[in-house]
């Protein structure tokens, strides 16, 4: 079945970069709009960043604009999420998705110590 896994949290300081990935199980997967979200412990889960199927257009919450970068490689089934200037309001952890497809990935957890 269609999978995505997120990658590349951790534990980092304020300040600090950290590059996230997801990768898709099947190709037909490079056509969807694809997303990344982030919840934190009794948050509801919220967006973060989106991008089109094309790569063409991208759309970011106001929490993350000018920090945040996504970006994906058609050719390699994967989504990125480029952070940079962490800040303790960022952990949460972070999941990815699949426009209208209802499948979403099991998320990787980012920490940000200030």
């Known amino acids: 079945q269609v999978q995505l896994v997120e990658s590349g949290g951790g534990l980092v300081q304020a300040g600090d970069s950290l590059r996230l990935s997801c990768a898709a199980s099947?190709?037909?997967?490079?056509?969807?709009?694809m997303g990344w979200y982030r919840q934190a412990p009794g948050k509801e889960r919220e967006f973060v960043a989106a991008?089109?199927?094309?790569?063409?257009?991208?759309y970011y919450a106001d929490s993350v604009k000018g920090r945040f970068t996504i970006s994906r490689d058609g050719a390699k089934n994967t989504v990125y999420l480029q952070m940079n200037s962490l800040k303790p309001e960022d952990t949460a952890i972070y999941y990815c998705?699949?426009?209208?497809?209802?499948?979403w990935g099991q998320g990787t957890q980012v920490t940000v110590s200030s």
């Open positions: 998705n699949a426009a209208d497809t209802g499948v």
């Open positions: 991008i089109s199927w094309s790569g063409g257009s991208t």
């Open positions: 099947e190709r037909t997967f490079s056509r969807h709009d």
